[in-house]
Nanobody, 117 residues
Framework: QVQLVESGGGMVQPGGSLRLSCTAS????????MGWYRQAPGKERELVAV???????VYADAVKGRFTISRDNVKNTVSLQMNGLELEDTAVYYC???????????WGQGTQVTVSS
């Protein structure tokens, strides 16, 4: 079993920054993919950024150049530095771990990010 606990959400003005952190506990493997998804009201959950096997980082086009994902395999954490936040970034952000074998997904409880002037 895996548990994911997020922190760092909040409210910020357009152009501001936030940092999200997620700590995983349980059986974590380096080959597991870890990252962040988000879901805005009335929309489907979408990938924001993930770190895959070997450290490859994948970003959604909407956040490239503004968000940076990092992972610590010793501490089992994954973080998302969000700069240049836009109104469209408002959503609940979920930490995700996808098993390297079988593709099973674990989710955190979600943390609200609100960008508002």
């Amino acid at each position: 079993q895996v548990q994911l606990v997020e922190s760092g959400g909040g409210m910020v003005q357009p152009g501001g920054s936030l940092r999200l952190s997620c700590t995983a506990s349980g059986s974590i493997f380096r080959l597991d993919t870890m990252g962040w998804y988000r879901q805005a009201p009335g929309k489907e959950r979408e990938l924001v950024a993930v770190v895959r096997d070997g450290g490859m980082r994948v970003y959604a086009d909407a956040v490239k150049g503004r968000f940076t994902i990092s992972r610590d395999n010793v501490k089992n954490t994954v973080s998302l530095q969000m700069n240049g936040l836009e109104l469209e970034d408002t959503a609940v952000y979920y930490c995700n771990l996808e098993r390297w074998s079988g593709g099973y997904n674990y989710w955190g409880q979600g943390t609200q990010v609100t960008v508002s002037s």
